[in-house]
């Protein structure tokens, strides 16, 4: 799982600059000031995920092997969840479909519940950190 949660963080680490250019350079120019908040909010919480993934991959090999497991996949999910729906509710005007707007907005803290379980699990496997269990 080390070196899965390595190359998902570095696609995610990827993308997180791609998509904070087209906010920066692109989106400024055709969405509200409002939207484009919402879509900045996206891009700075995948990063911060991104790096939370990086970090039970290093972890991984130190701590509990079950619990970094289990945030890795929470950060994972998370991520797409969280910021994929800031994405598309900033988008939704200028993607034609503010009907999906009701779908999409409980989606966000579905996303935000899966990062504070994540840590709360990456919380455990460091609290197990030299118990001798892996």
Known sequence: MTKRFLIFACISGLTAVIFGAFGAHILKRILSEQQVLVFETGVRYQFFHTFALIAVALLSRYTSKRWTTIAGWLFLVGIILFSGSLYLL????????????????????????????????????CVDYGGGRR
């Open 90 to 125: 900033s988008l939704t005007e200028f993607l034609e479909i503010q009907y999906m707007q009701k779908v999409i907005g409980p989606i966000t803290p579905i996303g935000g519940l899966l990062f504070v379980a994540g840590w709360a699990s990456l919380l455990r496997a």
